[in-house]
């Protein structure tokens, strides 16, 4: 009998310590996009989110693009940097996160020593492009 009890508390002591072993960070929480855009109220009828990761190796660019749905940028790897076609710029490096813009055109180049891994999601009306390109 003993032993049951001492096996039941080391189960317990067990499950305890692995439940309290997970940990948060917050890596993003705002209500605009990197250029500052405040989002509108979101009216999505039919939503649907797409989740991507995006390889970009050393010196690589993507395509002039825009988007027309929110979309958040996770920086796995590397280091990206995003140009506008008005010259504005951002930089973000591994952990960071990306609020992209909305309906502005912009290209996202690889400007540091390693490829670059991002995670992008987006959220938007079901069958929505998830960019245009220019």
């Known amino acids: 009998m003993k032993t049951k009890g001492i096996i039941l508390g080391l189960a317990i002591l067990l499950v305890s310590n692995i439940a309290y072993s997970a940990q948060k960070e917050v890596l993003l929480k705002t209500t605009s996009t ?47 940097t995003v140009y ?14 990306l609020p992209e813009m909305i309906g502005k055109y912009h290209y996202g180049k690889n400007t540091g020593n390693d490829p670059v891994e991002l995670i992008v999601f987006y959220i938007g009306e079901k069958d929505t492009p998830l960019a245009v390109d220019k």
């Open 84 to 97: 506008t076609d008005k010259n504005e710029q951002i930089t973000v490096k591994e952990g960071e996160c």
């Open 34 to 80: 990197w250029d500052k855009v405040e989002y509108h109220k979101l009216k999505i009828k039919k939503p649907e989110v797409t989740v991507l990761k995006i390889d970009i190796g050393v010196g690589e660019s993507l395509k002039m693009h825009k988007h027309d749905l929110v979309n958040i940028a996770y920086v796995k790897k590397g280091t990206l």
